[in-house]
């Protein structure tokens, strides 16, 4: 029901916060992740204008008289185009991106330009209906006074906001995403390699293992770039990834053996560990699969 309402809202608008404001400029606007939020924007009756990769010689015309510059290009650009192109910007301008990892973007920021500063990670892709329930990590930069407003709008459209340090940020999205995303490629590079005939399992997988199965496939449906971008954006992540290959050796040799017992011994470690959160998350799942089983699969 409440994503319907915000369903709605998407066709008749949302109320806008800042009525007064300038126009806000999108860098990257005609990406994905740009082009939401320019929707979003446009729907909440802001002005928006985009400066993609063919429009810098109009850049001097389009961030005169900004309000707010919002970096959404791909990774591997952001901070040096930050530190190139964004450093005469008007001084009361907003400048914000939308960066799947925060530190750099934001010391980048904080160093090229002198007014308000703004961190973001909206934590889903462009293909989600509305924002309802949708986190947005937010990492404070400077003079947040200036910027609650957009935070606010944020908030009208339904998403969450979780606000943390970029350090903190960042360290949590190396299991969070790198880490997730890198094991999901390795699964699909498995099945890939074991030829694997994709309609044959799913007549075998009931609800929770076709789940399982999309969260796999959802991955290859996307940019390569981008995943490699953010498996790749902090040194840490490889490093926590040949750990996890020594996890997954060192279980393996326990298989290996035929060491059941210690199998399970390693099995109910885990568990302890996991705590109130694995029955919590067996009620959880156990609500999702209720509402999958709804759905009809194609
Ligand atoms: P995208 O490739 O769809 O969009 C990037 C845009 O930047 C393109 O339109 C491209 O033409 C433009 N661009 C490239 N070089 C440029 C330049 N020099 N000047 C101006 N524009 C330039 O990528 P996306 O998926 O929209 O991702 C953009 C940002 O959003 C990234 O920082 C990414 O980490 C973040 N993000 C993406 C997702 C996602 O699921 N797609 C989720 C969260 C955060």
Request: glycine fraction near 6%; aromatic fraction near 10%; include cysteine.
């Amino acid at each position: 029901l409440m994503r319907e309402s915000y369903l709605n809202e998407k066709e008749v608008g949302f109320k806008q916060v800042k009525p007064d404001s300038g126009h806000i400029v999108i860098v990257g606007g005609a990406g994905k992740l740009g082009a939401l939020f320019s929707q979003m924007l446009s729907l909440s009756g802001y002005q928006v204008k985009s400066l993609d990769k063919d429009d810098w010689q109009q850049a001097k015309a389009l961030f005169s008289g900004a309000a707010m510059v919002i970096v959404s290009v791909p990774i591997s650009l952001t901070c040096a185009l930050i530190r190139r192109e964004l450093s005469q910007l008007p001084a009361d301008c907003i400048l914000t991106d939308l960066t799947s990892v925060k530190a750099e973007p934001l010391r980048a920021m904080l160093d090229a330009h002198s007014g308000p500063v703004l961190g973001l990670h909206p934590m889903f892709g462009p293909d989600v209906g509305s924002f309802a329930k949708q986190v947005v990590v937010v990492c404070h930069g400077r003079q947040q006074d200036k910027y609650q407003w957009f935070l606010d709008q944020i908030a009208i459209w339904g998403a969450r906001i979780e606000i943390t340090d970029a350090k903190n940020h960042d360290e949590a999205m190396q299991l969070v995403q790198a880490m997730r995303h890198f094991s999901s490629f390795v699964y699909g590079l498995n099945l890939f390699k074991n030829n694997a005939d994709i309609a044959n399992l799913l007549r075998f997988s009931s609800p929770i293992y076709r789940l399982e199965l999309a969260m796999v496939g959802r991955l290859f449906a996307q940019a390569p770039e981008l995943y490699a971008d953010i498996i790749l954006a902090q040194p840490g992540n490889v490093q926590l990834m040949s750990d996890y290959l020594q996890h997954y050796q060192h279980a393996l040799e326990t298989l290996k053996r035929g060491d059941r017992d210690e199998f399970i011994r390693q099995f109910s470690q885990v568990s302890t560990w996991f705590g109130d959160y694995a029955p919590a998350f067996a009620r959880e799942s156990g609500m999702m699969l209720e509402s999958v089983n709804d759905m009809k699969p194609r």
